[in-house]
Structure formats: C-alpha cells, structure tokens
C-alpha cells in the first residue's frame, strides 16, 4: 500500500457518489449511494489489515502544498483509524436504514449523506490545521440539511439551533489557530502536537479549542441543541449524529487540547470534572422522566459523552484507552439504539414510549436485539459498554475518588432509565392493537442489527482488536501530557510489593 493515496480514494469515492446521485433518479441514488459505502468500508477494511502496528506513528501520509501555510495532507494514526473505521461501518448501515422511510429528494438526500461522509473521514484524516477547520466545519452543512429539509414537525428550529451552536464555538477556535501558525511558523499537526506554546498563552489557546469541542462532544451546560436535533432528524441522521459527529469533539481534545496545551489542560482538569458530574447526574435524571424515546436515548449520549470527557483528562493510559473505547462502543450502541427506534416509528410513526408495550410477543427477534443493545449501553460485561466505562473509570480512580464516585452513580441511573425503557416498550400489556399487530423484522432490518450486534459482542469479548492499533498512540500522548499530570487522592500507599511502594514515593514527590 506504500505509495498509494488510498486515504484520497476514501475521499473520492462518497464525493463522486454524492455528485452522481444528485442527477439520478431515487431507485438509482439509493443504489449509487449503497454502493458507494460499501466500496469505502473495504477500503476501510483494507486500510485496517495494511496498518502496521508498533510501526511509524503517521501511516498513508499524503501531503501536496497547494499554496502558503495550507496543504492537502492526510495521514492518519490508530486513534484516527478507528474512528474512521466507524465511519465507514456505519455509513452502508445509514443508508439501509433510509430505504424506505425517505421518500422526498431521494438523490439530495442521499448526496447529503455521502457528502457527510466524505468529510467525517477527512477530519480524522487531515494533517494540516486549516484543512482539519475546513473538514471540521463543513459537516455542519449536510448534517443541517438532513434535519432542515427531511426532519420532523419542529425542523426548521432544530437545525438553526444545531447549526449555530456549533458555529459558534468554531469561531473562537479559528482565531486561535491562526495565532498558533503565525507563532508556531508551520500548520501541521503532528509538528505543533510536539511543539511548546508559551503556558501563559496556552491557556487561552485552550479556552478557544474547548469552545468548539464541548458543543461537540456536547458537554453540559451546552447540550440542548443535542435532544432537539435528535428527535428532529430521520433515524439516519440520528445514527450518524450518535454514531460519529459527537465522536469529533473527544477527537478534537486528543489531537489538540491535550498535546499541544498540556499544561492549561491540567490546568482546566477541575472544569472538565465539574462539568461531566453535573452531566453525568443531571442527563441521566432527565433521561428517567422522558416520554419520547429518542429523546431518552439523546441524554444517555450527553451521559456516556461525560465518562468520555473524564476519561481523557485523567492525565493515564487507562482513561485514554478507556476514553477511546466508549467513543467506539457508543458509536455502535447509540447508532444501534436509533435504529431500533426507527424499526417500531416506521410502523407506527410515534416515539411516544406509552404507545408501546408487550412487542417481544409479537416481534420476539425485534426485543432480542433490543435487549442486546440496552445491555450493552447500560454496560453490561461481555458487550463494548462495559469495557470502556471500566478502563475509563479506572482511569480517573488514580486521579480522584470523588469524581469517579458521582460517575459510577451515572451508571446505576444508566440502567434505570435504560431497564425502564425496555420493559415499558418489550414487556407488559398489549393495550394497544396496533402495536399489537405490528410485524417482526424484515431481511433489511436483519441486515442493519446484525453487523453492529456482532461489533458489539467482539468488542466486549475480544476488545485487543480496538485497543492494539492505538497503543502506541496513547503511550506517545500519555508521554506528552506526563509532565503537567496532576497528584491524585488514590496513589496506592507503601505495601507489600516494591512497585506499590515506587507509585507511592512517585506521588509523595510530585506532591513536594
């Protein structure tokens, strides 16, 4: 694979696609638009088998200067792999999940899928800073068009509160950016992730990339535009939004806020920590009383997104492996969850949850995998849930008791909610005969649950695939940020064994 853009194919592909759907008839665009994902998820795949772990840190580089301080230059590490490789597993899976219920401007909508992928894989991929802004933007466009144009009754507002929530933020974000090429004398990633800003400036610099990133991720208190989206977009747009969009703010702390600004980020840890408790506790809370499921399932996110976030500024290996793995597994399990509201709305066209009741009578297969999803969102071990939370939480315990104490409580709401859900929707009476009557699922929802019900159990099960590319990754990251790493309340005391004993004498001089 030496040699060959294959990165700049992934790209090429879904663009071409979306140009050739937007003149094709909607039988056509469907197919394009199929084929045109499957092309880029083995590509995907191929892009996986030839990514040599433990060998150079940036693999598949391509860089062509196109004119002063920008050029087209891709590249890509383990972190970004798997995050790419989420894009693509998903994608097919969107458009499957669109066959049918989108009956309007097929081929628009199609297009705005494809274009969306383009630039999912370009984020993960780009090496150079403005075309990391640009890749990173523009998703706002097609995302605000899938729920402008083919959303529910209340639209037209959530896709204006989508779009300038997240504008908004970037804003500040550019500014930075171009103080750090103007000081730093050079736009590419890698190059500023090694370079030492000054740390007065850091701490400015980080507020402007924590602007843009925490809408993203989204953080609380600027989670709102998150529930509204969810409920307003088609179950593609959810998946996708769950999927991958809410990945590209904890994408954007490992590759910027953490090595480029360690020292502000340490300094900044307690605004992390105090901002996901309250996420954690509150969403989950609001999240019990809901009546719409998709909403219940938008604030699970804001929750899951808050272990994220703690993970990462835990300043160790554990919360960033731990971190990277909720990222995937809620990509999968979010995405999943969407989809099988999607399932029960296309045939009876309401997410009131009091609508429902007693479906694992009369679609037994539909509430098999359901149940299979709830567990794994809820954490259960043997799926991708429980892996992520426990390295994650692991993580930030050497860090602070407190803080992992209020964020293992979010998992015990997890379930409540969670649990409440599923019995309310797959067990009780059948009060309703419509509900009653509705049939179990057909071959082309077979075709979205299985691939993601199979992720889901090799994660939980065999999680080394996931953890393997990034390793090296994480190690170099957590080397970085080592020296603004903050004393926990949790270092292990003088014991039995000598490595007990050097932990302990390590946090005793940190802390003079």
């Known amino acids: 694979m030496n040699g060959f853009p294959i ?20 039988r056509q665009a469907r197919m394009i638009a199929l084929a045109a994902t499957l092309i880029d998820f083995v590509l995907g795949v191929l892009l996986w088998v030839n990514y040599d772990i433990g060998g150079a840190q940036w ?25 790419i490789m989420l894009s693509v597993f998903l994608m097919p899976i969107c458009i499957g999940a669109s066959w049918r ?7 628009e909508y199609m297009a705005a899928f494809l274009l969306m992928e383009t630039l999912m894989i370009g984020v993960f991929a780009a090496q150079d800073l403005f075309l990391f802004y640009i890749f990173f933007e523009a998703g706002l466009i097609p995302m605000y068009l899938i729920i402008g144009v083919w959303g529910g009754q209340d639209r037209i507002y959530a896709s204006y509160k989508f779009f300038l929530y997240t504008l908004l933020g970037s804003v500040l974000m550019l500014v930075a950016m171009l103080w750090m090429a103007n000081a730093a004398g050079t736009t590419d990633i890698p190059t500023l992730m090694a370079y030492d800003f000054d740390s007065r400036v850091q701490t400015w610099l980080w507020l402007a990339f924590f602007a843009s990133f925490a809408v993203k991720m989204p953080m609380w208190p600027v989670h709102t535009w998150l529930p509204d989206a969810h409920v307003q977009a088609p179950t593609a747009g959810s998946v ?62 804001v929750a899951h997104m808050a272990i994220v976030t703690v993970g990462l500024f835990a300043f160790n290996t554990q919360g960033l492996e731990g971190s990277m ?28 949850i009091d609508r429902y009741g007693g479906l ?43 803080v992992t104490l209020i964020c293992t409580t979010g998992i015990i709401l997890g379930a409540a909610y969670m649990l409440y859900l599923y019995r309310r929707v797959a067990f009780g009476e059948q009060k309703h005969a419509d509900a009653a009557a509705m049939p179990d699922l057909d071959w082309r ?31 170099a990251l957590d080397a970085r940020i080592a020296r603004a790493r ?27």
Request: hydrophobic share 55%.
């Open 486 to 512: 903050p004393v926990g309340d949790s270092q292990v005391r003088p014991g039995k064994s000598g490595a007990a004993v050097q932990v302990s004498a390590t946090a005793h001089e940190g802390a003079h």
């Open 101 to 107: 219920s989108i009956e309007k401007r097929v081929g």
């Open 59 to 83: 693999q598949f580089t391509e860089r062509v200067p196109l004119f002063a301080g920008f050029s087209w230059a891709l590249g890509i590490d383990g972190i970004a792999l798997m995050l």
């Open 240 to 301: 996708i939004l769950a999927g991958v969009l809410l990945k590209m703010g904890g994408y954007g702390f490992i590759r910027f806020s953490l090595p480029m600004f360690p020292e502000a980020s340490a300094q900044f840890a307690w605004l992390v920590f105090g901002l996901s408790m309250v996420a954690v506790v509150y969403t989950s809370l609001v999240a019990l009383v809901q009546h719409d499921m998709k909403k219940l399932i938008a604030y699970s996110s």
């Open 445 to 475: 929802e077979w075709a979205m649950m299985v691939p993601i019900a199979a992720a889901v159990l090799w994660m939980g099960v065999y999680p080394e695939s996931f953890l393997a590319p990034m390793r090296q990754d994480i190690a």
């Open 360 to 402: 694992s009578i009369n679609m037994p297969y539909y509430a098999l995998f359901f149940l299979l999803f709830t567990m794994a969102s809820i954490g259960l071990p043997g799926t991708s849930g429980f892996v992520g939370e426990f390295l994650s939480l692991a993580g930030i315990y050497q860090v602070s008791t407190w």
């Open 325 to 352: 793995i909720v990222m995937l597994s809620h990509g999968l399990v979010s995405g999943a969850l969407f989809l099988s509201v999607g399932v029960i709305y296309d045939r009876l066209h309401t997410r009131e």
């Open 7 to 26: 990165l700049s194919l992934m790209l090429l592909v879904p663009l071409a696609g979306a140009v050739v759907c937007l003149l094709a008839g909607a």
